[in-house]
């Protein structure tokens, strides 16, 4: 019954993104029995679409592998090592996270234009490759983790690496799932960052090409819900494959060891 | 420990290039901004000081958006987190069709923000379901719509907001309850200990983590949103808040200088918070 | 391993596509419009295509912007010095640019078309000029024929005057209990004043006052003008978003709103199917002054190729470009004079309207401010139809700080 509650809006986005293209978004249109896949059809066939789809895919795709490393060797580094100014590294990180886009736009759009990464793949990968939400994720996860079976490595003469990889890290399956979704879905359907450091249609994420879909003085609701329901399909592939890895979580099998 | 100072380094180092490359010249750059009286399209650059903070400090549209946002993030935060964790505890139970419950709660959180604050424009107007709703209901729902009445504009993008983030922050509740040994809760259930017993001695203590997280990390988006109430009321009926006033009056009436002011004060406040949040929530040992 | 090889091809790809041309050889010139909308978007890649023929140096890059943020895009490219070299503004942004020197003077270019078009007020400063019209959009009252005709008004009632509009309105408002007469914007930025504007500006007022030294916003002009939209807003008004009110007018419920040629187009590809009949804009009496607004294309003071730049700005205003784009796009207002006497504007009555209301409207004033007294404006109609502020004592705390504004920057 929440359930329902909670999907409903969905529901309603996918059912106008199947009515005729042009019609009013009154109940009699809602309940009636026009079931248009005119919109879909027009997406699908559509070069400039398939190209932006995969545009995303590409970079989002790129973001999350790049996250899940850097941020996971950041996170535990954080967690487990002293180091000078790791407290100011720290909390610059969290800071970066408390001003708005709108401020820092501009430089950054300058340094793009200058090193010549605007209107490029690069300009949407380089600065979200390590998300300081991820670090700070993996840290507070990192820090629930009892210290004891590391300790057992290092007197066992395991290197930082061996210990990192082979063992903190299955052990952390289930912040890093957490972490690739919440990657991917920010990245996914992130709008302002693409939209002004990019303009051709070459490197044009879906966000930025469904936002054209509201036009001037009315929105072009069939199109546009028929994007957004396909642009959901991604996320829940994600979603469903870095599931199982939340719910499987450790056991008592790693700890006895 | 030396050896090990420089490896925390070099794992540290993607973090530390990123942030030194990208982020560190912007905020300093608009750091400094914000003590100019710097606009837009118009290369010049004088020192005022602190003339614009002072000035913030009694401009009545500032004011008044900071009170907008800290109503949102009072209003939201508590009720988000103890919702998802609420859900989380549900579907730890385990029960069949638990998988396309988490889908479902989770699904509201995956649609861009700019789509569900299209839709729900539309839902919350005179013609839509949710208004209809409210009068099957009973309720006496404001005459044009939720989104033209200052009584509820805020509050039903609160709700919105809830409904969008609640499902979001139960699967890192999820993983978090994930992460508790089921040893723990087999030791203390053999020693006598009752299932509200387990919960307050052990869940929510090692939970602890993950929910600052949570909280932190909800905290920070909360004081900063911006798109719900651009796409939904660009401001009006008592809607403004911080970020959408930096918005409005850097990119919009271009006093760019005054914006970045604005941003920093609102950075001010958010750090107290965090830093309040991390203090209350402090490592504890594990035993 | 063969989508790897594929990704990183399209990324090297996607890594050239930013490159400009030297300037020795051919050139490239970045032009950012917002006419994305699939109907119009292939007019545009057309006209560009053609000019490219006719000018085999010479490429055009275009860029796609969003007209919910494509001005923010605009605004950061140019103050951070990376500029297109053509770029659309909107008529109320051009003085932001022109007064800061982000645009080129194209003076000694369009000099030849000052005559022909509409439109070159918000263009002008210190003598030169900054940009050239495209497509202008004015404001007219939409009817519904329908409800007239349910009323007991003669079924070819045209509002000449307010007591008309007024008659009118309250005739169709008493025809039920969910119809309404007048369609009133709620508090939507950008909007609103667009709609009360128009009423001022029929009685002959002014904002910045006559003498350019004393605000006019208090005075009769603006007291008169409110009092009788207040009335319209309070007694038989749906009030509602734009786009609301357009839907309920298309459903049936609202007798008049005022709109602009998009509604044309709106009812044309949804094959509604309504009576309406559109009039101009009525004043006190006789007839009254409607909102004009448009698009313009300018030159960056960045570019590098300012005189291709302007060439081609030309090509794309001329009248048989205006023309084709007009008809793509049903589109009632071109810029050019000679495009508005075509034969393609008698097709609809409805765009014969448009196309007389243009010489009957008024752009506001052209001040790099602008947006700050709009916002003013808005928040004073906000106060005195929503929160029932006293009229009279409200516009005078505009005027004031109008007037404060003025004394500061001029």
């Known amino acids: 019954m929440v359930l329902a509650a909670m999907v409903f809006p969905l529901f309603w986005m996918f059912r106008v993104s199947f009515l005729p293209l042009a019609s009013d978004l009154g109940w009699t249109d809602l309940l009636s029995g026009k079931w248009d896949i005119g919109a879909y059809g027009d997406i699908m066939s559509s070069l400039g679409m398939m190209r932006y789809f995969f545009n995303s895919v590409l970079v989002g795709g790129i973001v999350v592998l790049g996250n899940i490393l850097f941020c996971f060797m950041s996170g535990y580094a954080f967690s487990r090592y002293k180091f000078i100014g790791k407290n100011f590294w720290f909390y610059s990180m969290i800071g970066v996270l408390m001003i708005p886009a709108h401020v820092i736009i501009i430089p950054l759009y300058l340094m793009m234009r200058q090193t010549g990464l605007y209107d490029t793949y690069w300009a949407l990968i380089l600065p979200f490759l390590v998300n300081p939400m991820g670090i700070f994720l993996v840290r507070q996860y990192v820090d629930s983790l009892p210290r004891s079976m590391e300790e057992a490595a290092r007197i066992d003469g395991a290197s930082e690496f061996t210990i990192l990889f082979k063992i903190i890290m299955p052990l952390c399956k289930p912040a890093l799932a957490v972490l690739a979704i919440q990657t991917f879905l920010t990245n996914w359907n992130s709008f302002l960052y693409p939209f002004i450091l990019t303009s051709s249609e070459a490197v044009r994420t879906l966000p930025v090409a469904l936002a054209l879909y509201q036009g001037h003085q009315a929105i072009d609701w069939p199109h546009l819900m028929a994007g957004s329901s396909l642009a959901v399909i991604p996320v829940l592939l994600v979603f469903l494959f870095f599931q199982k890895h939340i719910i499987s979580g450790i056991t008592a099998g790693a700890l006895k060891q | 420990m030396k050896g090990r100072s420089s490896l925390a380094y070099f794992f540290a180092s993607p973090w530390i290039a990123t942030f030194g490359i990208f982020w560190l010249f912007p905020l300093i750059f608009s750091l400094y901004l914000g003590f100019t009286d710097y606009r837009l399209l118009r290369p010049e650059f004088n020192w005022i000081g602190l003339d614009n903070f002072t000035r913030l400090l009694g401009d009545a549209a500032f004011l008044e958006s900071l009170i907008n946002t800290f109503i949102f993030v009072f209003g939201t935060i508590p009720l988000t987190t103890v919702i998802a964790l609420l859900l989380a505890l549900l579907i730890e139970r385990g029960f069949p069709g638990r998988t396309l419950f988490r889908a479902g709660y989770f699904m509201p959180s995956v649609t861009s923000l700019v789509v569900v604050g299209l839709i729900f424009s539309h839902l919350f107007s005179r013609g839509g379901y949710i208004f209809l709703l409210a009068r099957i209901c009973g309720f006496d729902p404001p005459e044009y719509g939720f989104l033209l009445s200052s009584r509820t504009a805020l509050y039903s993008i609160m709700a919105m907001d809830i409904w969008m983030s609640a499902g979001y922050y139960m699967l890192l509740f999820l993983a978090g309850l994930k992460a508790i040994p089921i040893e723990l809760y087999e030791a203390a259930a053999s020693s006598g200990a009752g299932k509200i017993r387990q919960f307050f001695h052990i869940t929510l203590p090692l939970l602890k983590p993950v929910a600052l997280f949570i909280i932190v990390i909800n905290t920070i988006k909360s004081f900063q949103i911006f798109i719900e109430i651009f796409v939904m009321t660009r401001g009006r009926y008592g809607t403004s808040t911080a970020v959408y006033f930096i918005y409005e009056t850097g990119l919009n009436r271009f006093e760019f200088g005054y914006a970045s002011a604005a941003a920093y004060i609102l950075f001010i406040i958010i750090a107290l918070f965090s830093l309040v949040q991390f203090w209350l929530f402090r490592k504890g040992q594990i035993t | 391993m063969t989508v790897g090889f594929l990704a990183a091809l399209i990324m ?180 609103l004043y667009k709609k009360f504007l128009p009423f001022f500006w029929s009685m002959d007022g002014a904002i910045f006052g006559y003498t350019d030294r004393f605000a006019g916003f208090a005075g009769d002009q603006a007291y008169k003008a409110i009092k009788f939209y207040k009335e319209l807003h309070d007694s038989c008004s749906l009030v509602d978003s734009q786009r609301g009110l357009e839907d309920a007018f298309l459903e049936g419920k609202v007798g008049v709103i005022i709109s602009g040629d998009w509604l044309l187009k709106r009812i044309k590809k949804e094959n509604r199917n309504i009576e309406i009949i559109t009039t101009l804009f009525p004043g006190p009496k006789y007839p009254g002054k409607s909102f004009l607004g448009g698009e313009y294309l300018a030159v960056s003071a960045q570019s590098p190729h300012k005189d291709e730049a302007a060439k081609f700005i030309r090509f794309i205003t001329a009248p048989e470009r205006q023309l084709q784009f007009c008809r793509a796009n049903f589109s009632a207002n071109p810029s050019s004079k000679t495009a508005a006497a075509d034969s393609f504007f008698m097709s609809d009555p409805n765009l014969q309207t448009f196309v007389k209301q243009i010489n009957l409207s008024q752009m506001p004033p052209a001040d790099p401010q602008w947006v700050n007294i709009e916002d003013l404006i808005e928040k004073t109609l906000e106060k005195i139809l929503f929160e029932k502020a006293p009229m009279a004592e409200t516009l005078y705390e505009t005027n004031k700080k109008i007037q404060e504004y003025m004394d500061k920057n001029k």
């Open chain 3, 12 to 191: 090297w790809q996607g890594c050239s596509e930013g490159e400009k041309d030297l300037p020795t050889g051919p050139i490239t010139l970045e032009w950012w419009h917002f006419w994305t909308d699939p109907d119009i978007r292939p007019t545009i890649e057309q006209m560009v295509a053609d000019y490219e023929t006719a000018n085999p140096n010479v490429k055009i890059k275009l860029t796609d912007l969003t007209w919910a943020n494509g001005h923010e895009k605009i605004v950061v490219a140019f103050s951070s010095g990376a500029a297109p070299d053509i770029v659309e503004l909107g008529s109320d942004w051009i003085p932001e640019f022109s007064f800061n020197n982000q645009l080129a003077p194209i003076t000694a270019a369009v000099l030849a078309d000052t005559g022909a078009y509409y439109g070159w007020n918000p263009t002008i400063h210190k003598n030169d000029i900054y940009a050239h019209p495209w497509i202008m959009g004015t404001r007219v009252l939409f009817i519904n024929r329908g409800l007239l005709k349910r009323t007991a008004l003669d079924t070819n009632f045209i509002p000449l005057n307010w007591p008309d509009l007024k008659k009118l309105c309250y005739a169709v408002d008493s025809l039920g209990e969910d119809i309404y007469g007048f369609g009133s914007n709620a508090a939507e930025k950008h909007r």
